[in-house]
């Protein structure tokens, strides 16, 4: 079946742009995480929602950063006022009901100039 | 709060050998779950292994096995019979067994294979 899909795969921002991240997670998976990973480092947790509830958000660095998730399947993460140090690939992951194991996207890539 | 150290970033072996990828973590909860993630070049995190820390056993998925010591702290991974296939970064992670199921990640270890 389909993995969880990610768009766009690349996207270049000037800074001071908004951006909008998508995330399509496997179909039943109720739970959805966002995740940032800069160069050459790991990922680093962002938000999670189970089904519509955003649950935790302490991840998100600033105020510039919003998730959503309104029907309990697909996700947006949207940036304002991009910044340099936005730059990373943001990954989404999903899990289905009663497991631990996160299935990840293949990321989008922002890139902030 | 979690942490997961990986202290080694960057290996290399000879296809066919036998590597082993270190991990430390520091927690003070007693039930978790521990995962290593592979991620080609592609950038798909893949999920090659986990353990349940109430389980002694360690786990094994066909040629990947780890050493879980859970009074040390310790989840190395072990992969035998090396492959091309295996070029990749490997990161370890952690779980909270309860509450709010989020990864926490090392740093990573580039693992690569020479042929």
């Known amino acids: 079946g389909a993995g969880v899909s990610q768009s766009p795969r690349y996207k270049v921002a000037k800074r001071g742009q908004d951006v909008a991240l998508r995330c399509d997670p496997i179909?039943?998976?109720?739970?959805l995480f966002w995740y940032q990973q800069a160069l050459g480092q790991g990922p680093e947790f962002l938000t999670y929602?189970?089904?519509?509830?955003?649950?935790?958000k302490s991840g998100l660095p600033s105020d510039r950063f919003f998730a959503e998730r309104p029907e309990g399947s697909v996700s947006t993460l949207k940036i304002q006022r991009t910044q340099q140090e936005d730059s990373a690939v943001y990954l989404c992951?999903?899990?289905?009901?009663?497991?631990?194991?996160?299935?990840f996207g293949p990321g989008t890539r922002l890139t902030v100039t | 709060a979690q942490t997961v150290t990986q202290s080694q970033p960057e290996m290399s072996v000879q296809e066919a050998e036998t590597v082993t990828l270190s991990c430390t973590y520091d927690t003070s909860e007693s039930n978790y779950y521990l995962f290593w993630y592979k991620q080609p070049p592609s950038r798909q995190m893949i999920l090659v292994i986990r353990?349940?820390?109430?389980?002694?056993q360690n786990a094994t998925e066909n040629r990947f096995s780890v050493n879980f010591q859970k009074a040390a702290k310790s989840f190395s991974l072990k992969i035998s019979d090396s492959q091309l296939g295996d070029t990749a970064m490997y990161f370890c992670a952690f779980m909270k067994a309860f509450g709010n199921e989020k990864l926490t990640f090392g740093t990573g270890t580039r693992l690569t294979i020479i042929p």
């Open positions: 353990q349940e820390a109430y389980k002694q």
């Open positions: 992951a999903s899990t289905p009901p009663g497991s631990h194991e996160q299935y």
């Open positions: 929602f189970q089904n519509e509830a955003q649950l935790d």
């Open positions: 179909s039943g998976h109720v739970s």
